[in-house]
């Protein structure tokens, strides 16, 4: 597996692990008790912390990425353990 083909499995994992863990830790202003400014979407965050969210989705891209490599070496999961449809007729 070329070097490029890392790179860009590993950027693939980490956009997907940045918007899978932008929920986590996040608390609204009425959770935190503390008053909303006018015109305040009641869903917006009051502790949003952007480089949480990098270092988090660094590490869970990582792990992903050696996982995916790993794989691709020893073959745990193939093309055919996940086949639904079976063999194609001929």
Same mark, same amino acid.
């Given at each position: ?18 918007f ?8 609204? =202003? %009425?959770? @935190?008790? #503390?008053?909303?400014? /006018? &015109?305040? =979407? %009641?869903? @917006?965050? #009051?502790?949003?912390? /952007? &480089? ?6 660094t ?15 020893e073959?745990?999961i ?13």
């Amino acid at each position: 597996m070329a070097i490029t083909s890392v790179i860009a499995i590993y950027a693939l994992f980490w956009v997907m692990s940045a918007f899978l863990l932008l929920p986590f830790g996040v608390r609204t =202003a %009425d959770e @935190a008790g #503390v008053e909303k400014i /006018p &015109g305040q =979407a %009641d869903s @917006a965050p #009051v502790n949003f912390r /952007p &480089g949480r969210v990098v270092l988090r989705a660094t590490i869970l891209s990582a792990a992903l990425t050696a996982l995916y490599i790993a794989n691709w070496f020893e073959g745990w999961i193939t093309i055919d353990d996940i086949n639904i449809w079976g063999t194609p007729p001929s």
